[in-house]
C-alpha cells in the first residue's frame, strides 16, 4: 500500500518522502487507519517492522488533524530504555520536519534541570523512559491532564525490567477514556491484563507471531577456545569491510576491552554499555549511525532498543543466556526486509551444544563455518579519552570510542580478569607477554596475539 493512499496531511507526507519511505509495511497499513479513527489498538510487531514510523505516524496525523490547537502535552509515548527514547524521538521529529510539532526525550541519566526547560517548550509529544517520567510527575514538573494519545513501545520488554507497576501509575494520571496504542513483540498474560485494565474496546493487529522472526538473517556459528577467539573475530570483520557490524559481548568491561582491542588492530570501533554516562552512549549510538565502516561492542542493553538499519553482521562474541535474547540480539540485522547475517561463537562443547539447542527451539538452521586464527599484530595505539569525556566505571570514551589496553605495559584497562569478553584466564596476562605486563617497560615489537595465551 502507497502512502499516498492514506490521505495524510500534505506536512506529513513531505516528512514520509523526504525519509524515502513510499510502501507502507504490514504493520503500518493496518495501524495507521485505525489510530486516525480514536480507536484503541494492539500492535503484535517484532523490532524491524517499521512499527515506530506506524505510531510516529499516526501521532503526527492525529495532533496535525485533530488537534491543532491543543495545548500541553498532548501525546505520550512510553518505551523501555533511554537509547530508545532518543531513537523514536528523533525519528518523530524527522516525520514531522514540516510540521508544528516536535516530540522531546525524557529519560534518566542526565541531569534533570535540562529537562524542565524542555517541557516547558510546548513540545505535545513527550518520549520517555517510566521511570523519569514519574519523576516529573512527582515533581509535578509535567501533567498529563491534556494527554489524548499513549503509545507504550516493547510493552513486553518493559514487563521483562520490572516496569509494568510504573506503567499502571502513569496510565492513572491520565484521563479515563483515552486513546491507547500498545505494541509488543510478545503477548504475555501481564501485557494482556494490562490492556484489558486500561484500554477500552480494541482493535488486535498481529503482523508477527510469538516467535521473533528471523527470515532473511543467514545464521552461522564458529567452534573456536576461547584463547583464539579475538584472533578469530578479527578474520571474520576483515573481509567484510567496509560494514557495519555488532558485536556483543557478556560483561560491560569485556566489551570496552574488546572494542579497545579491535581499535588497536586497525578496525574503527565503538562500545555501548552500562558503565559508559548518557551522553557517551548518545555519542555511540550517533557515530554508528553515522558511520558505514564501524564495529559496535556492546552488552546486551543493545540487544532491544538500538534500531539502526543496514547492519551488515551481527556476531555474538559471547553466547546469549537463552535461545530469546539469541533472537533479540541477532533481529538488530536483516531489518525491514534486508538481508543480515548473524555469527555465535562457541567456545567449547556445551557451547555448541547450546547453539544446536537454540536451533532447534527457535526452528532454523545455524549452520557451522570455519575460520582463520592466524595471529594478529597490533597496528596503532588505543586513543586516550579526555579527562571530561570519560564514561562511568574504569572505562572511559571518546566521542564513543573505547580506550582499550594501556600503552604503558600495564595491562588492558578496566577489564576483567580475563580476556576480552571473558571472565576467564590469567589476571593481567602474562608477565612477559608483550603488552599484557603488570609493569616495567613497553615491548619494542608490535604485541602480537598469540594462540597460546588464553585471552578468553
Known sequence: MD????????????????????????????????????????????????????????????????????????????????????????????????????????????DIARQFSALRSGHRIVVGTP?????????????????????????????????????????????????????????????VDLAKRFMGAFEFVKASGDELSVEGITQKFVTVEGRSKLNALYHLLSPRRPCRAIVFCRTKHGAQRLSGFLYQLGLET????????????????????????????????AARGIHVDDVNVVINYDLPEDEKMYLHRIGRTGRIG???????????????????????????????????????????????????????????????????PRSDGRGPRGGSRGGPGSRDGPRGGSRNGPGFSRGGRRPSRPAVYSERRSFG
Open 3 to 110: 502512502f499516498t493512499e492514506f490521505s495524510l496531511s500534505p506536512a506529513i507526507m513531505r516528512g514520509i518522502t523526504k525519509l524515502g519511505f513510499t510502501e507502507a509495511t504490514p504493520i503500518q497499513e493496518r495501524v495507521i487507519p485505525i489510530v486516525l479513527q480514536g480507536v484503541d489498538v494492539i500492535g503484535q510487531a517484532k523490532t524491524g517492522t517499521g512499527k515506530t514510523a506506524a505510531f510516529g505516524i499516526s501521532t503526527l496525523e492525529l495532533l496535525e488533524k485533530f488537534f491543532p490547537q491543543k495545548k500541553g502535552i498532548v501525546a505520550l509515548v512510553l518505551v523501555p530504555t533511554r537509547e530508545l527514547a532518543v531513537q523514536v524521538t528523533n525519528e518523530i521529529n524527522a516525520l514531522g520536519e514540516f510540521t508544528n510539532d516536535r516530540a522531546t526525550a525524557v529519560y534518566g541519566g542526565v
Open 131 to 191: 521511570g523519569r517520567i514519574i519523576d516529573h510527575l512527582q515533581r509535578r514538573t509535567m501533567s498529563l491532564s491534556d494527554i489524548e494519545l499513549v503509545v507504550i513501545d516493547e510493552a513486553d520488554r518493559m514487563l521483562d525490567m520490572g516496569f509494568i507497576d510504573d506503567m499502571k501509575l502513569i496510565l492513572s494520571h491520565v484521563p479515563k477514556g483515552k486513546q491507547i496504542a500498545l505494541f509488543s513483540a510478545t503477548m504475555p498474560q501481564e501485557v
Open 270 to 301: 565503538l562500545s555501548l554499555h552500562g558503565n559508559l554516562t548518557q551522553n557517551a552512549r548518545d555519542k555511540a549510538v550517533t557515530a554508528f549511525k553515522a558511520s558505514k565502516d564501524v564495529v559496535l561492542v556492546a552488552t546486551d542493553l
Open 338 to 404: 534486508t538481508k543480515g547475517e548473524a555469527i555465535t561463537f562457541a567456545s567449547n562443547l556445551e557451547e555448541a551444544k547450546a547453539i544446536k539447542g537454540f536451533s532447534h527451539r527457535i526452528g532454523s538452521q545455524i549452520l557451522p563455518i570455519e575460520v582463520s586464527i592466524e595471529k594478529v599484530p597490533f597496528v596503532r595505539d588505543a586513543p586516550a579519552a579526555p579527562r571530561e569525556n570519560r564514561g562511568g566505571g574504569r572505562g572511559g570514551e571518546r566521542r564513543g570510542f573505547t580506550r582499550g
